[in-house]
């Protein structure tokens, strides 16, 4: 069971940090409302940081399925783990993105603007175009795990070590590749607390866009594979 508690506690700091920074800045009447694009990326780093730090030594720290199957594929990672893994981080995403709303219930009562409560708990495009908006996924999440694989150690994932690079990798990705979708690049990272945005009391809200989640999904788990695949090439 420890793999299985390392990756849910993981990916819960993971979604209550970086979900957190979005509602820190997005939300109305908080201390750091309208702080703007790099407090986001930069918490969503420190999210990633701490995630990776606290669940490296029980389970890799892999936190995201986009990377728990292709270090699988690049075989680096039991496939038979990968169900179990997968089922952690769903529930560390689900608690995560339900503490985000327990510390920042007032301020979604306070807060009118509807696209900006959905907006804390997943992604959207700036501009919305399937085709772009699966690329733009598809590319982040292909330099995320690119980058993971030649980090991460054979048959575990990352080590606490690990912790800054991959932290500064989800920066650069944010500052640089960010603007055009939010960059999800993790799959349980948009779809969980897209769900738990439906599932919860949150007064005034909008629906959950689920027209457009299926990007937020699909597009990492395809970046994920091809750079799996393009590491193997390059053996």
């Known amino acids: 069971m420890t793999p299985f508690i390392g990756e849910l506690i993981g990916t819960a700091l993971l ?41 490296a030594g029980l389970s890799g720290a892999h936190l995201n399925p986009a990377v728990t199957v292709a270090l699988a594929l690049a075989g680096k990672f039991d496939w038979a783990n990968v169900p179990i893994y997968i089922a ?78 991959v932290a500064l990798l989800v920066f650069a990705i944010g500052l640089s590749l960010g603007g055009t979708t939010g960059y999800a690049i993790n799959p349980v990272r948009d779809f969980v607390p897209r769900l738990m945005h439906q599932l919860l009391p949150i007064p005034n809200k909008r629906d959950s866009d689920w027209s457009y989640a299926w990007i937020a999904i699909v597009g990492p788990f395809v970046g994920g594979m091809v750079a799996a695949l393009v590491y193997m090439a390059l053996k």
């Open 88 to 165: 952690a981080q769903m529930l560390g995403a689900a608690l995560g993105a339900f503490l985000v709303w327990l510390q920042y219930q007032s301020h979604f009562e306070s807060t009118e603007n509807q696209g900006l409560k959905l907006a804390v708990f997943c992604t959207g495009p700036q501009i919305r175009n399937t085709r772009s908006n699966f690329i733009s996924e598809v590319i982040g999440t292909f330099v995320l795990v690119f980058g993971v694989l030649y980090m991460a150690a054979p048959e575990i994932g990352l080590g606490a070590v690990s912790a800054l690079p």
């Open 15 to 55: 979604i209550l940090l970086g979900d957190g920074v979005v509602a820190n800045v997005v939300l109305k009447n908080t201390k750091g409302s309208n702080s703007g694009w790099i407090v986001i990326t930069f918490g969503w780093a420190m999210a990633v940081f701490v995630g990776v730090f606290v669940a």
